[in-house]
């Protein structure tokens, strides 16, 4: 089957890797008709993580089951699904507690947790772009979707990560109706993380970035953009807050955080957040931090090459803020946003910019890479591209 193969930094392909198949009976195999390229698959297209070469990406996968292992007692052949970018088995401690994105038992490693699809440190599970994907624990991992499926795809395939992260990202900053949020990043995770706290019923939502392509769907969704390349951030918060600061805010960067000229410093969204929150204010952090990034030390320095980056702590600990990180336990909202789906009041596939065959990952990568105006997300489809 074909699938898309890292190669080394800047370098994918489409190219045949061995098929699918049932490897214990509690697989099943999913046809992939949507497949997205997610802001943490940069970090492994550009070779900022351990990604090994010849591996294969997709990590945002939902389509149609093909075949079911002999253990599999819900989900049947037919159904259309969505798959949470977390692998978990449903029975490990972190499991029995809702923490997916910890598993014990899919993360081979004994002193690591967690697992996902084509995925640097998280197993050594095949990724989803790809024509056919093998689902470990098949009844736990697989959201099934309704007869609207096929038709509302664009949608649905935003369960298996950005619309569930960014929901996490204001879940652990503790966002409540009337709330005032600051988001940093409008990719596609902040602008979910937007998103989720005007569902939420947030009362003020700023989102800073410096791609005027991206803040304009900020507004979309009733945010408040800030253009970093003009303004600064944490100023227009606190000066439109008396000063305070917005109540709780999100950061969707990540560790390759940059100024509007692309130099790297990992600690800028990040120490602009505390800074522009008030005292007793919650941070949810799921922008990727990582605790080695070897190829980051021209982009950065030595230190924040191995993780070690400079937090404005005193100032966070003095105004006793809080603050959540990690991988987002997808399968802790994906039920529920799917019924908000289902039910008409969320439409996330406002962010969609390309539906492309698979054949065209490659310069897909590249421009979303290269965030070229107009890329906010990009949607494969292994089979016919929907009309
Ligand atoms: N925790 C999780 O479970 C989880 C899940 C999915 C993605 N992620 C991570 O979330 C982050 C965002 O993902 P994405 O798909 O939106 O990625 P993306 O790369 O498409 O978007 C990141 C955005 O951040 C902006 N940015 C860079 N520096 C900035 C700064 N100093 N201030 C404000 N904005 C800045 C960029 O211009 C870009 O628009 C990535 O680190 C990704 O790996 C985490
Ligand atoms: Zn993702
Ligand atoms: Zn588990």
Not at 22 to 38: G, L, Q
Not at 202 to 207: L, N
Not at 215 to 232: M, P, Q, R, Y
Not at 267 to 296: A, H, K, W
Request: proline fraction near 6%; hydrophobic fraction near 35%.
């Amino acid at each position: 089957m074909k699938a898309v193969v890292y190669n080394g930094p800047h370098d994918v392909s489409v190219s045949e890797v061995p098929d699918a198949r049932i490897e214990h009976p509690n697989d099943i195999i999913v046809r992939i008709t949507s497949t997205n390229i997610c802001g943490s698959d940069l970090h492994m297209y550009e070779g900022r993580t351990s990604f090994e070469q010849g591996r294969s990406l997709g990590h945002e996968n939902m389509g149609e089951v093909v075949e079911v292992g002999s253990g599999v007692s819900k989900v049947k052949v037919g159904e259309y699904v969505v798959l949470p970018f977390n692998i978990a088995c449903g029975f490990c401690k972190q499991c029995e507690q809702g923490l997916t994105n910890y598993c014990l038992t899919m993360q081979p490693e004994p002193a690591l947790a967690g697992a996902a699809y084509g995925f640097a440190e998280m197993g050594p599970y095949a990724g989803g772009q790809a024509e056919y994907l093998r689902v470990p624990f098949g009844d736990f991992n697989a959201l099934r979707l309704g007869e609207d499926a096929a038709e509302r795809q664009k949608d649905y395939v935003m369960l298996a990560d950005i619309f569930p992260t960014g929901y996490h990202a204001t879940e652990m900053a503790g966002v409540k109706p009337g709330d005032q949020t600051v988001v940093f990043g409008a990719g596609p995770v902040g602008l979910m993380a937007a998103y989720s706290a005007v569902l939420k019923g947030a009362g003020r939502v700023w989102v800073a970035d410096h791609h005027p392509d991206r803040l304009a769907l900020a507004e979309h969704v009733g945010a408040i953009a800030i253009d970093t390349s003009k303004e600064d951030p944490a100023e227009v918060v606190k000066e439109a807050t008396l000063g305070l600061g917005a109540d709780n805010g999100c950061e969707c960067v990540g560790y390759q955080a940059h100024d509007p000229q692309g130099q790297e410093d990992a600690s800028l969204t990040l120490n602009q957040l505390i800074d522009s929150v008030r005292f007793t204010g919650r941070l949810g952090v799921v922008g990727v931090f990582l605790p080695e990034d070897p190829g980051g030390k021209e982009a950065q320095n030595d230190l924040e090459a191995q993780g070690k980056i400079p937090l404005d702590y005193g100032l966070m600990w003095f105004k006793g803020q809080s603050m959540g990180t990690g991988q987002a336990p997808v399968k802790r909202y994906n039920r529920a946003l799917r019924d908000l789906i289902a039910g008409g009041e969320a439409e996330p596939s406002f962010l969609v910019s390309h539906e492309l065959p698979l054949d065209e990952a490659p310069s897909a990568y590249e421009n979303f890479d290269t965030r070229q105006s107009g890329w906010t997300k990009v949607v494969l489809h292994p089979g016919s591209v929907p009309a």
